[in-house]
């Protein structure tokens, strides 16, 4: 993780445009078979909140791979 990441901005439009964000990928991902996985909505939620950075949420939805 890049140690001078900044933490994301809270400001209720910095929320909202994440927030707009996530929905339109979600409705997209329907489209194309996407069933319910509470840990992707659980992260996403952190993220949109601004509880995570974009690397942090990566790491967090990402499977580590298998060596």
């Known amino acids: 993780m ?5 933490r994301p901005d809270r400001s209720p439009e910095a929320v909202a445009a994440r927030k707009k964000a996530a929905d339109q990928a979600r409705a997209m ?3 194309q078979g996407y069933v319910h996985d509470q840990l992707l909505e659980d992260a996403t939620a ?7 950075t974009r690397e942090e ?3 967090r939805i990402m499977p580590v791979a298998k060596s």
């Open 29 to 31: 991902n329907i489209r």
């Open 2 to 6: 890049n140690v001078h990441t900044s």
């Open 46 to 52: 952190a993220y949109v909140a601004g509880d995570l």
């Open 57 to 59: 949420y990566r790491v």
